[in-house]
């Protein structure tokens, strides 16, 4: 296996929009990316006492790298608290970032200040997780969606009334509804008022900030079908971000797991799925509920304590929980990121592939356990 570069790996397979829907990547070719993003770190200082004094740091995000192609859907996904809600603030800058690159369309945009940072609100937009109080309870559903296109002089009056009307048909609303006030739609209606949103200026990359979570489940597939749509008819980049596998597995192409301000895992949705490397992965597919009892998979219950985000380990982040630690390599390196296979990579220090290839019990073991399964 060879050191890799997170954000710049390569991908493969490729339709017209660059991306392969059945999940391989964003291009044969050297695509340049809609968001690249390098290092990036946010840490929250921690005061105490009558002058504030910093006593501590708060690394919600510590390093993190990742790119999306054009008309393409990554997968961020983690438990709670893992920082990957902060990943896609930073990225928007609605949070300053501690440190780090954020290219878009190969602009640095944490070099901008906010005059010249404005232009490229336009090329990003996001849609919140509560459609709830993410709605100005005194603003009309059309005053809500057109609110962008009146600050960025893109139309006024009956212009951006007509363009507003649009909007509402191309996300499933009538246009009889642009006077209604949030509080006469039902949650799944307001979050497609949150999808009108965010594509009303023509944006190439959506960060979704888990834009289904507070749905019900007949209501998300709609949202999720309806996200998908218009991806194929916009050309749309998404940074999806999500604690439900299910939901992750169905929309993304390609699939980053976080784990206390870091990504350890990062591969195509079929792979990851299919054949996980990092034994986080291997814990949080664990837990998906699955009908079927023939493919069901064993229950792996994580021992040892969640680290503080105050006081993270030394080494592996996920040394303290680890089934597989070995040494004290685990709790002293900080792993590198390796390639397991073409485009899959994980940041462990024996990731599955290799463990396999040296020790023939542990497939043996492997083998026996799914037959008894």
Request: net charge neutral.
């Amino acid at each position: 296996m060879t050191d890799v570069d997170l954000a710049g790996a390569d991908k493969a397979g490729v339709d017209k929009t660059g991306v392969d829907k059945a999940g391989a990547g964003a291009g044969t070719g050297k695509v340049k990316p809609v968001l690249k993003v390098s290092g990036l770190k946010k840490h929250f200082p921690v005061k105490k006492g009558l002058l504030s004094r910093t006593v501590g740091q708060v690394y919600a995000v510590d390093g993190v790298s990742f790119e999306i192609g054009p008309g393409e859907t990554l997968g961020l996904v983690g438990e709670s608290g893992c920082g990957k809600s902060t990943v896609g603030r930073t990225v928007l800058r609605l949070i300053e970032p501690t440190a780090g690159e954020i290219e878009v369309d190969g602009v640095d945009i944490t070099t901008l200040n906010k005059q010249q940072l404005r232009d490229y609100r336009r090329e990003m937009q996001i849609i919140f997780q509560d459609p709830f109080s993410s709605l100005n309870p005194r603003m009309t559903a059309g005053e809500i969606v057109g609110e962008s296109l009146m600050v960025h002089n893109i139309a006024q009056g009956a212009e951006r009334q007509e363009m507003v009307a649009e909007l509402f048909e191309r996300v499933g609303l009538r246009a009889g509804q642009l006077t209604s006030l949030p509080h006469q739609f039902s949650g799944g209606q307001r979050q497609r008022i949150g999808i009108a949103r965010a594509i009303a200026l023509n944006p190439k990359l959506i960060v979704g900030g888990e834009p289904v979570s507070a749905l019900d489940v007949s209501i998300q597939a709609q949202v999720i079908n309806l996200m998908m749509d218009l991806q194929n008819d916009l050309g749309l980049s998404y940074l999806f971000i999500a604690h439900d596998l299910a939901v992750v597995e169905h929309i993304s192409h390609r699939v980053a797991v976080m784990y206390l301000g870091r990504i350890v895992e990062y591969a195509d949705k079929k792979s990851l799925f299919t054949n996980p490397q990092h034994p986080y992965t291997e814990a949080l597919l664990s837990a998906v509920p699955i009908a079927d009892t023939s493919i069901r998979k064993k229950r792996i219950i994580l021992e040892g304590n969640l680290p503080s985000v105050m006081s993270p380990p030394k080494g592996c982040p996920f040394n303290t929980r680890c089934p597989r630690k070995i040494g004290d390599i685990c709790e002293t390196e900080v792993p590198p990121f390796a390639e397991a296979s073409p485009g899959h990579i994980v940041m462990c220090h024996i990731p599955m592939a290799e463990l396999r290839a040296v020790d023939p019990v542990i497939v043996q073991v492997d083998k026996d356990k799914s037959a008894a399964e």
